[in-house]
Structures are given as C-alpha cells and as structure tokens.
C-alpha cells in the first residue's frame, strides 16, 4: 500500500507541477471560487478530515487514493513541518492535463506552520472539484 501510495503522489505532484507559473486560469474560472475552494481542502486536511478529502476528489482520483492513504501523506508532512499557523501568499494558476488536454486549475498557498513553511497545491477541474493534491516543505 505504502508503494502505491507513493505512487500516486509522484503522478500526482508531476501533474501539479507542471506550469505553474501564472497561466490564465481555464475560461469560466474565477480566481476567487479558485482560491476559496482551495482554502477548504487545506483546511480539511489540516483538520485530519481525510474522509471528506477523499468525498471531495473525482471519481477517478478516488480510484487511485484512499483516506488512509491521504492520512499517512498528511501525516508524515505535518510530523516535519508541525501545526498550521498562518497563510502568507495565495496564487491560482490555470494547467492543463497533458495526456487528455483537460485545463483545470491549481490554487497554490504558501503557508507558515509551526516548524516549516508549507507549500499546498490544490488541483481542481472547471467544476471545482478535487482532482488532487499536493504539500511540503519549502
């Protein structure tokens, strides 16, 4: 499980990375639902509200993950990094999936915790809903 885990948030960290770099968010999107849905997820995940994290992915991010395994990912981040305290930066960024062409977008929030500062990216398709997830250290 362990592997897979790890996996999925190699495919998953490869997906959120790529562009962000300020692309125009996908037409329809606004950067504020962008940035406000993201805050949600954040903040479940802080919460250690791994089942509503999981209810809130795609059907097909669920195929590929499971709430004890958004526990264990959280949790080894968190253990590093210590207890939420502050955002400091935001940004929303369009991307776009490169072997469908979907456009989806990324909110990005730069985050001072406890130890470390964290960086979340939050992937959410043109309906606001999670395709995935990414966090760590800066």
């Known amino acids: 499980m362990r592997k897979k885990s790890l996996c999925l948030l190699f495919l998953a960290g490869l997906l959120l990375l790529t562009g962000c770099s300020g692309t125009p968010l996908p037409e329809g999107m606004e950067e504020d639902a962008v940035l406000d849905r993201g805050r949600e997820i954040v903040q479940q995940l802080n919460e250690g509200r791994w089942q509503d994290v999981y209810d809130e992915m795609r059907a097909d991010g669920q195929e590929t993950t499971s709430p004890a395994e958004i526990q264990s990912y959280v949790e080894e981040v968190l253990a590093k990094t210590g207890a939420y305290g502050q955002e400091t930066d935001q940004l929303a960024t369009g991307q776009t999936l490169q072997d469908t062409g979907e456009a989806y977008a990324t909110a990005v929030f730069y985050?001072?915790?406890?130890?470390?500062?964290?960086?979340y990216r939050i992937a959410l398709s043109t309906e606001l809903e999670l395709l995935g997830f990414q966090m760590g250290a800066r």
């Open 111 to 119: 985050v001072k915790h406890e130890k470390d500062d964290v960086l």
